[in-house]
């Protein structure tokens, strides 16, 4: 139990360290969960619950102070010394490893083709690509991983977001989300085995690595976003709201429409 909440921790602060990043690519996610659900669900105006502002504010910037000033100067350091092969490869691990609670939330929405494909993915990369290091799957002719979580599978279910909430230490998070993020964290393997020491030692490695692979394009969003809260959080809001319909899309589980406009924001 006590790995579990130290997973909470360490797994919080990888997903902080990589919120800024999320800015550029919201857009494009949630015009495509559109497209699949159709004209009606693209139309539907998106709302942005943010109830506690002024609490979430000061806990961004905090965030934001422990990125600039610890992840971002250890990650530039890190990405001199350590080759772009070896940043991959713990990338490839950490999706290996992830594979799991992938598998559990497609299985749990009814996403079965997704659920074979991710299971079949992990099979083969941990058995062909160095456990996991290697991405060997495409050569197998398995598509690419889907996008799954705890948090996505409650809202498919039917669940509404909540409200928004920045805490230290934690990624972004809808009221929805946090939920999901602590069966997230006790669906890792790491945290079933692995020693606090170690589960530190590892998330902390894994954060530095994301943060290096990442530092020209938290550059170019700091640089050209005026108000960086209110950009991360409409960033995070619409990747969860695309992934939502995307998982009621798919899912043979659950709710497979929305809300119409004028309904409760915390839905």
Same mark, same amino acid.
């Given at each position: 139990?006590?790995?579990?909440?130290?997973?909470? !921790?360490?797994?919080?602060?990888?997903?902080?360290?990589?919120?800024?990043?999320?800015?550029?690519?919201?857009?494009?996610?949630? /015009?495509?969960?559109?497209?699949? !659900?159709?004209?009606?669900?693209?139309?539907?105006?998106?709302?942005?619950?943010?109830?506690?502002?002024?609490?979430?504010?000061?806990?961004? /910037?905090?965030?934001?102070?422990?990125?600039?000033?610890?992840?971002?100067?250890?990650?530039?350091?890190?990405?001199?010394?350590?080759?772009?092969?070896?940043?991959?490869?713990?990338?490839?691990?950490? /999706?290996?490893?992830?594979?799991?609670?992938?598998?559990?939330?497609?299985?749990?929405?009814?996403?079965?083709?997704?659920?074979?494909?991710?299971?079949?993915?992990?099979?083969?990369?941990?058995?062909?690509?160095?456990?996991?290091?290697?991405?060997?799957? &495409?050569?197998?002719?398995?598509?690419?991983?889907?996008? /799954?979580?705890?948090?996505?599978?409650?809202?498919?279910?039917?669940?509404?977001?909540?409200?928004?909430?920045?805490?230290?230490?934690?990624?972004?998070?809808?009221?929805?989300?946090?939920?999901?993020?602590?069966?997230? #964290?006790? *669906?890792?393997?790491?945290?079933?085995?692995?020693?606090?020491?170690? !589960?530190?030692?590892?998330?902390?490695?894994?954060?530095?690595?994301?943060?290096?692979?990442? *530092?020209?394009?938290?550059?170019?969003?700091?640089? #050209?976003?005026?108000?960086?809260?209110?950009?991360?959080?409409?960033?995070? !809001?619409?990747?969860?709201?695309?992934?939502?319909?995307?998982?009621?899309?798919?899912?043979?589980?659950?709710?497979?429409?929305?809300?119409? &406009?004028?309904?409760?924001?915390?839905?």
């Amino acid at each position: 139990m006590r790995s579990i909440l130290v997973g909470l !921790l360490v797994a919080g602060v990888v997903s902080m360290s990589v919120a800024i990043a999320s800015v550029a690519s919201a857009e494009p996610a949630a /015009a495509s969960a559109g497209q699949a !659900l159709g004209l009606e669900a693209q139309e539907e105006a998106f709302v942005e619950y943010d109830p506690w502002k002024r609490f979430n504010q000061k806990t961004f /910037a905090f965030n934001h102070s422990v990125d600039s000033h610890v992840i971002e100067p250890v990650a530039r350091a890190y990405d001199k010394v350590v080759p772009n092969w070896a940043q991959r490869a713990v990338t490839n691990e950490a /999706a290996n490893v992830g594979s799991v609670r992938r598998i559990v939330s497609t299985a749990l929405q009814g996403r079965f083709n997704d659920m074979g494909q991710e299971l079949g993915r992990f099979v083969i990369n941990t058995m062909f690509g160095l456990g996991g290091l290697v991405n060997a799957a &495409p050569s197998f002719g398995v598509a690419e991983g889907t996008t /799954a979580d705890m948090g996505q599978t409650f809202g498919a279910w039917g669940a509404g977001p909540g409200p928004y909430v920045v805490v230290p230490f934690l990624p972004p998070l809808t009221l929805r989300d946090a939920f999901g993020f602590v069966f997230d #964290t006790a *669906l890792d393997p790491v945290t079933w085995v692995a020693p606090i020491g170690a !589960l530190a030692g590892a998330t902390g490695e894994k954060t530095v690595n994301t943060r290096s692979l990442n *530092l020209e394009l938290y550059e170019g969003v700091e640089e #050209t976003t005026l108000d960086l809260y209110s950009a991360v959080e409409s960033a995070y !809001l619409q990747q969860r709201d695309a992934a939502v319909l995307d998982g009621r899309a798919r899912a043979l589980f659950g709710r497979s429409d929305r809300p119409g &406009p004028g309904a409760d924001p915390a839905r």
